[in-house]
């Protein structure tokens, strides 16, 4: 008696390759999609408060300490955040992405990097019922500050 079972079975393999491999490249998808975003929020934290920390230690006798203040604050976020490669476009300074800003003897180092920024990085999926795959808000933003 002949039986016909091996030919039943052909295409199983593939489609249960193609069920798998579907879940596996939506987990990597996920884990690559929001890591990258939170390594630049943790990176932009840290940057804000070391330029921050840094600049407490200017001497208020300096001439010009507000511009003073500002430049080093600036300088110490460019440095904190040169580790992110270009093609992320992070600007800096005066109306940049990162920025020190003194007023009223307060010091704020803040980045308010754009969502739309990272799309041009990471591409985003629009899945359906879902939504879009990272989900984030319209920046990623962090600030530190300190009143002198």
């Known amino acids: 008696m002949k039986t016909d079972l091996p030919h039943k079975q ?6 249960e390759f193609a069920l798998v491999f579907v879940i596996f490249f939506a987990v990597f ?9 939170l390594l630049l929020m943790q990176s ?11 600049s407490v230690a200017l001497d208020p006798n300096t001439s010009d300490y507000p511009n003073a203040v500002v ?3 600036n300088s110490v976020l460019q440095q904190q955040l040169s580790w992110v490669p270009k093609a ?8 940049g992405d990162a920025k020190a800003v003194y007023s009223a003897g ?3 180092a803040s980045v ?3 969502t739309s920024k990272l ?7 629009v899945l359906p019922g879902l939504g879009t795959v990272p989900s984030l808000p319209a920046s990623l933003s962090a600030q530190s500050s300190i009143q002198f």
Do not use: H, M
């Not at 052909?10 to 489609?15: E, Q, S, T």
């Not at 998808?29 to 975003?37: K, L, R």
């Not at 934290?45 to 840094?54: D, H, I, L, Q, S």
């Not at 992320?88 to 109306?95: A, E, Q, R």
């Open 119 to 125: 799309n041009q990085v990471i591409p985003f999926l």
């Open 29 to 37: 998808y996920a884990i690559v999609s929001y890591s990258v975003p």
């Open 106 to 108: 307060q010091l704020t």
């Open 88 to 95: 992320f476009n992070l600007t800096y300074g005066t109306g």
């Open 112 to 114: 308010s990097y754009p």
């Open 44 to 54: 932009f934290n840290e940057a804000t408060a070391e330029a921050v920390r840094r």
């Open 10 to 15: 052909k295409g199983a393999v593939a489609i």
């Open 71 to 73: 430049n080093l604050a």
